[in-house]
């Protein structure tokens, strides 16, 4: 069993719309959950970081962690055409990240 | 604008030449890690460095190599390549122990 699961999509909204990104964890130890953005033919690019369970918001963009029930979400309000990548979640333990497989979302105008 | 610089972007080569993976970083970090990623596939941890003179092998058993003679450069080296290291390889740096990655546009490696 993977020590990160993450939802596979691929994932297509209409313009305006709420996006939900879920990840869910084995490894109760895992410190801090991060969100990266990678567009086609580039690297991943950080997104959100976190420690805490609970929601963190920048923008568009909200963070959520669940510890006890060891999930994580990120939310995309109002998705934009430019929103169109794939998106890894990603969790640290002791120096270490551990990435989820990516959701590739399209946004379409 | 990328403080994590890999080159070549793009490599097509021959089985049995033996090629180098260039990374470099301007941000100063001490940690640098190398990861293979395939289509719709997590990211592979092959290699990383916790500072100069210091490297491990990552999760993903890999047939390269690497060194951190400085702490801007981790150049990757395959001493053969073969149809199965085609793959694309990222490098990252990171300041801290849990810091967040920062990564670099990668190198797509075709091996024909």
């Known amino acids: 069993q993977k020590e990160v699961e993450q939802d596979p999509g691929p994932l297509s909204v209409p313009e305006g719309a709420i996006v939900s990104l879920n990840c869910t964890y084995s490894?109760?130890?895992?410190?801090?959950f991060m969100w990266y953005r990678q567009y086609s033919r580039k690297g991943p690019e950080l997104l959100m970081y976190?420690?805490?369970?609970g929601n963190k918001e920048d923008g568009r963009f909200t963070a959520q962690v669940d510890k006890s029930s060891k999930y994580i979400s990120l939310f995309i309000r109002d998705s934009q055409p430019s929103d169109s990548a794939t998106y890894l979640c990603?969790?640290?333990?002791?120096?270490?990240?551990?990435f989820g497989d990516g959701t590739t979302l399209t946004v379409k105008p | 604008e990328a403080d994590i610089y890999q080159t070549p972007r793009y490599l097509v080569i021959g089985t049995g030449k033996k090629i180098t993976l260039e990374c470099s970083q301007t941000?100063?970090?001490?940690?640098m890690y190398w990861y293979q990623q395939d289509p719709g596939m997590e990211l592979h941890l092959i290699h990383y460095?916790?500072?100069?003179?210091?490297?491990e092998k990552g999760d993903l058993s890999s047939e390269s190599t690497v060194s951190r003679i400085r702490t801007e450069h981790f150049p990757l080296t395959l001493e053969s390549a073969r149809p199965s290291h085609t793959s694309q390889y990222l490098c990252?740096?990171?300041?801290?122990?849990?810091?967040?990655?920062?990564f670099g546009n990668g190198t797509r490696l075709t091996v024909t």
């Open positions: 990603a969790m640290t333990l002791a120096g270490k990240s551990t």
């Open positions: 460095s916790y500072g100069v003179n210091s490297t």
């Open positions: 490894n109760s130890a895992f410190q801090y």
């Open positions: 941000m100063g970090h001490d940690k």
């Open positions: 976190t420690y805490s369970s």
């Open positions: 990252a740096s990171s300041q801290g122990n849990n810091s967040p990655l920062h």
